[in-house]
């Protein structure tokens, strides 16, 4: 289609950047999205160059109420179709509950909430329009597992997502737009150093952790078949399996041995 693109937030790092590369691989157009101007203007240059295709950016703070309209309204003015939606933008918080302020929190709840529904509501009805449309919503595995003693809304927002991807398959599937969770365990990113938990990162298991390209390449195979939840690698395809079979107790105790910190 004329004009096609797939818009990526948190494009200029770690999985978001990947899935940018991938898609460019793939042949299509790109608006990317981070905070940034100079790193958009640099990664579009790059990926223009290496993979011959269009690609803008839009420099967003996805924290802020305004973002998906202002990014909506970019991509209209120039006339971009956007058929395939990456929400991957997001951070988590290091302190605890009680010491997070209550305007962290909810800076954090928009990015990794607020701003998905708020971009995906924007861009749907375009997508019916035209009669197909991919989504995806990069979420986590913490989506699966128990509470933890770090980032205490993460996980459960990531929960939240994982149905609201699961609701959007519900209600539009049949008008040819499919949603796609993407659930990645462990990925070597500066996501972990961003949210203040690069120590705990760092006393994982080397097994355990997944290169951002591994997960972002099986994130966009699974977005593009349609399937509904993608959690790349074998390993933690056993893990979640064992997450749904297994009591909390036992696998919060395994953890604790696994990853030090965050279950206590």
Same mark, same amino acid.
């Given at each position: 289609?004329?004009?096609?693109?797939?818009?990526?937030?948190?494009?200029?790092?770690?999985?978001? %950047?990947?899935?940018?590369?991938?898609?460019?691989?793939?042949?299509?157009?790109?608006?990317?999205?981070?905070?940034?101007?100079?790193?958009? +203007?640099?990664?579009?240059?790059?990926?223009?160059?290496?993979?011959?295709?269009?690609?803008?950016?839009?420099?967003?703070?996805?924290?802020?109420?305004?973002?998906?309209?202002?990014?909506?309204?970019?991509?209209?003015?120039?006339?971009?179709?956007?058929?395939?939606?990456?929400?991957?933008?997001?951070?988590?918080?290091?302190?605890?509950?009680?010491? =997070?302020?209550?305007?962290?929190?909810?800076?954090?709840?928009? @990015? %990794?909430?607020?701003?998905?529904?708020?971009?995906?509501?924007?861009?749907?009805?375009?997508?019916?329009? +035209?009669?197909?449309?991919?989504?995806?919503?990069?979420?986590?595995?913490?989506?699966?597992?128990?509470?933890?003693?770090?980032?205490?809304?993460?996980?459960?927002?990531?929960?939240?997502?994982?149905?609201?991807?699961?609701?959007?398959?519900?209600?539009?599937?049949?008008?040819?737009?499919?949603?796609?969770? @993407?659930?990645?365990?462990?990925?070597?990113? =500066?996501?972990?150093?961003?949210?203040?938990?690069?120590?705990? #990162?760092?006393?994982?298991?080397?097994?355990?952790?997944?290169?951002?390209?591994?997960?972002?390449?099986?994130?966009?195979?699974? #977005?593009?078949?349609?399937?509904?939840?993608?959690?790349?690698?074998?390993?933690?395809?056993?893990?979640? @399996? %064992?997450?749904?079979?297994?009591?909390?107790?036992?696998?919060?105790? @395994?953890?604790?041995?696994?990853?030090?910190?965050?279950?206590?």
């Amino acid at each position: 289609m004329k004009n096609s693109y797939a818009l990526i937030t948190g494009a200029t790092s770690g999985i978001g %950047l990947e899935i940018s590369k991938d898609l460019a691989k793939r042949g299509f157009n790109l608006v990317l999205v981070a905070r940034t101007k100079e790193k958009l +203007n640099q990664t579009a240059k790059e990926l223009i160059q290496e993979y011959n295709i269009k690609c803008d950016y839009f420099a967003s703070d996805l924290t802020l109420i305004n973002s998906p309209e202002e990014i909506y309204q970019f991509t209209s003015k120039k006339l971009y179709s956007v058929d395939i939606l990456v929400n991957n933008a997001g951070y988590a918080l290091p302190n605890a509950f009680h010491i =997070n302020s209550m305007e962290d929190e909810e800076k954090c709840i928009r @990015l %990794l909430g607020t701003s998905v529904i708020a971009l995906t509501k924007k861009y749907i009805n375009d997508m019916i329009s +035209n009669g197909s449309g991919k989504i995806m919503i990069v979420s986590s595995v913490a989506a699966f597992a128990p509470a933890s003693a770090l980032q205490a809304l993460y996980g459960p927002i990531k929960t939240f997502m994982n149905r609201f991807s699961e609701t959007l398959n519900y209600n539009y599937n049949s008008m040819g737009i499919t949603s796609t969770a @993407l659930c990645p365990g462990y990925t070597v990113t =500066n996501f972990h150093t961003a949210s203040g938990v690069q120590d705990e #990162m760092d006393s994982v298991p080397k097994f355990l952790k997944k290169s951002a390209k591994r997960i972002a390449v099986e994130g966009v195979e699974a #977005m593009i078949k349609g399937k509904k939840v993608s959690v790349p690698t074998k390993t933690w395809k056993l893990i979640v @399996l %064992l997450l749904k079979i297994v009591p909390n107790w036992f696998f919060s105790q @395994l953890s604790g041995i696994l990853a030090p910190g965050r279950y206590k």
